[in-house]
């Protein structure tokens, strides 16, 4: 299984892409503006979107896909996520205002894009991987997604989130989770608006990882631009027992 990078950061700049990971070819966890930089052969594989919540640095460049391979697929990208989530989609972007509504075009009996509706915990298997939708605390509702191969080999991404309860008693639930794709936003220092916000600090996902009995390779996400170097460095000073990685858009990984 191959998990590529597309975005990652907590805002926009040189090199910085906000979240998208391609899972193989065909499946997308977000549709931040790491899509832009897919090749039009990468962006037409892509048969299934996974969507973690509605904020706009991980969606914004959903509509874009769509439109752009619009005439060049045969069957409809499957985009699935909470109802609160579609919901908003429709209200707000795929609205005939802000942008068209692909789910009904060409037309409504075979449209360019489905939403799918999916309840927190739903296993979706998609070809040889299942994709289980775990409940995360955010400003809005949202997912993470555990991404497990035919050979259990296992690849979690949180989502946004800040202190919860849900993603460590999920991840425990399973025999391994190699890779482990987790933010943290916001340094120590602006540990307030991290949690008005509802995302981590390096301190507060260090008290939490210890619900988790296993020991993954942390991928973090999400770091403020400008911030990456103060937030890097507290990470590696309260995460001592862990291999980190701040990753970065085009990065990728083999499980
Ligand atoms: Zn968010
Ligand atoms: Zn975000």
Known sequence: MWISILGCSGGIGPGNRTTSI???????????????????QQMIQIKHIFISHSHLDHIAFLPFLVDSIFSQIEEPIQVYALPETIKAL??????????PDFSELPNKEK????????????????????????????????????VT?????????SGDTATNDTLWEELNKRPRVDTLMIEAGYPNSMESLS????HY?????????????HRPHLMISHLKPGLEVQISEELHE???DYKITCIKSGDSIQL
């Open 90 to 99: 429709k209200a707000h972007i795929f609205n005939w205002v802000v942008w």
């Open 22 to 40: 391609l899972v193989d070819n065909d499946i997308l966890l977000d549709a931040g503006s790491g899509v832009g930089d897919l090749q039009m």
């Open 195 to 198: 949690k008005l916000a509802k």
């Open 111 to 146: 449209p360019v894009l489905v939403f799918n509706e999916i309840a927190p915990y739903q296993d979706i298997q998609v070809g040889e991987r299942n994709i289980t939708a775990v409940p995360v605390e955010h400003v809005v509702p949202g997912v993470g997604y555990v």
């Open 149 to 157: 191969n035919q050979q259990g080999k296992t690849f979690a991404f």
């Open 238 to 240: 309260e995460l001592k």
């Open 201 to 213: 600090t390096p301190q507060i996902l260090a008290q939490d990882i210890k619900k988790l009995k």
